[in-house]
Each structure stands twice: as C-alpha cells, then as structure tokens.
C-alpha cells in the first residue's frame, strides 16, 4: 500500500471563484492526501501536420491541435472529526469538500447534523447548511497543484509543478477490499496549464488533509446485503462506479484549442466478486434462483453490512464512512468449478424516485 510522501509529491486542490480561473491553492490549506502510485496529470497531447526532414533540409514540426489535459487519483477515504464549536457537525476533508462538493449534494444538516451525507448530482451542485439547513450552490470547477519530486532541500528545492484549471469530475469509484484501505478513486479532466519549475516551501508543519486516520474495509462492510436479509454475498471486493460522463469542449478562444469541460447526469453500477455461504446450494434450486436472473430491491440495498471506522475511534463523529444504494437490479453468473460457487456480478443502482439518489456517500 502506497501512502503519501509530501516530501517527494503534494497534491493540492481548490474550488474556482471563476471557472478555469486558478485560485492559487496554499500548502498547508488545501492538501488534498493521495496514493503515490497515483497516475496523476497527463497532457493528452494532439499533434497535427507533421512531416519528417527531406534531403534538401525542409521540415514542418507538427503542430499541436489540441491539449485535453486528464488526471487520476486514487485517495483514501479519511474523517477529519467534528467542527470545534457549535454546529459541532463532522468537518469536510478535501475530498468532499472540493471533489465531491464539485458534482453533487453535500447535505451537512443531516441528522440534526451530526452527518454529512454525499450524493451525486452533477446539474445542481450544492451544500446543505447545518442547523439552519440553508441551502447554496457549490463552485462546481476546481484546480489541481501536483507537485513532483525535488532537487535539493524540501523547502527551498526545486520541484516540478504541474496544474490543471477549470476542472470536472469525469468518473468517482468507491472501491472497497477486504483488508485494504477504502479508497475514492478520481478521473478528472480539465483545461492546460504548462507545467512549471516551483521552489514552492513543503515543509509546512501543518499539512491540512495530510495527516489523519485511514478507513479499513472488512468483509462484512465490502458485502452487499439485500431488503430484509434473504440474501447477504460476501465479497472479496465491491466497486462502485458514478460516471458523470464528462467531455472536454474544443474552442477557438484558446491556445490549447480546449474551451471548457462539460458533464452530465450520474450513472451509477457496482461490480463484486462475492460467494454464496449461506445453505448449501445444489444445481437446480438456489443456482437457478440467482443465475442470470435480475433482482430489483424495492426496499433497500446497501454496498455495506456495517460502517467504517479507523480503530479507536468507533466514538468519535467525523471519522465514520459508510456507503448505500437505496435500489439496486443485479445480475449474476455462476462458477462451480471451485470448492464454493463464485458469482462475479454486476449491478445499476437506480432511483427508488425521481427525488431519490442513486447511491449516497455518509460521514458521521
């Protein structure tokens, strides 16, 4: 497992006043805690028009079409612990306050606040108030500060610092595996910004998101538990996929022929690897009830049997993370050539209404 060193990369990300208008994230402030096999930022460059040196001479370089910037990061998921004085509400770790608050609803009033619940909602972008239950629009772009390696001492060397401006959330994955950290892994694109030499200070002695408390799956929390208990499959693992299907807009109006990043609406599926344990199952009977047949759970199916809490802190608000999906369809397939029979499976989870989401994030 890959954790974070800020003395070799440090990744930092702020919402945008202004769309594609950098707003300067601060070390210290705007730490966002990342894997360090994240891939990062790619160019993504288009070139055009090249041909290769003749025997006279002549050469045209290519010329570069387009710059579709992209970037992948893979971050645990972590509490940060309840705000200090009233409203005495979880506090909102970068990850959801810039990445998720980015594409969907941050409700902070949720039980008389004492949780913050997520869900996706990539048109209406906002965050609800805790205890007033006031209501406002989120900044639905942010920017992303990736700093890379360093020559010389970490608060006066030389790093590389790449950065994307006007950024959306292309896709979020909720992957949970038993044993493992629990992380939120993050596709976004954005708008160029060439990448630059920076002796920027990481040394800061408070690094915001940096220094914290890291969820841990088990078996129960990776299962899925369908309304009422008929069925509960354990799982290996379980990922949930929330696509907002995002683009990037070529334009005229800029030199990397990128005007914007446009998304839309949610669609929300999982994928498990999980085995039947309960009963014995005989060819015939409970292999037929669940192969390729496709379950609707009017009343409630949820990716977790529990909550996530670090160890020592089972008591502690802010720390907790637990997702669910109000109805799910699934579809199975089944191997017997093992001791157990495997049932890979893929699910949609889909809105019990049109008020209700698909899928919803908690921190408590």
Partial sequence: MCGLNPRSRLVLAKLEATPGTDPIPAVGTDDLFVSMDSPGIKLGVTQVGNEPASPTGYELPAAIATIKPSATYRIPLYGKGRVVGPPTSPVLPRWMSVILASCGHVDRDANSATEVIWTPDSIYPRTTAPTTGTVSANLCTFTVYDFLARDGAVNTGTKILQRMVGCRVSQVRIVLTVGQWAFLEVDILGLSVQPVASTENLSSADLD????????????????????????????????????????????????????????????????????????????????????????????????????????????????????????????????????????????????????????????
């Fill in 209 to 364: 998101d940096v220094r914290t408390d890291f969820v841990r799956a088990n078996a129960a929390q990776s299962q899925i538990v369908f309304d009422g208990g008929t069925y509960a499959l354990q799982s290996q693992s379980t990922t949930w996929t929330i696509d907002f299907g995002a683009s990037q807009e070529e334009g005229d109006t800029t030199s990397a022929g990128v005007a914007t990043v446009g998304t839309r609406q949610a669609l929300v599926t999982a994928s498990m690897n999980p085995i039947q344990t309960s009963g014995t199952p005989t060819p015939g009977t409970d292999i037929t009830l669940l192969s390729d047949a496709q379950f609707k759970q009017e009343g409630g199916a949820y990716s977790m049997a529990g909550s996530m809490t670090p160890e020592g802190r089972s008591v502690d608000i802010g720390y907790t993370i637990k997702v669910a999906a109000p109805e799910v369809q699934i579809v199975f397939d089944y191997d017997t050539s093992g001791s157990v029979v495997r049932l890979p499976t893929t699910a949609k989870a889909v809105s019990a209404d049109s008020t209700t989401p698909p899928i919803s994030l908690t921190l408590s």
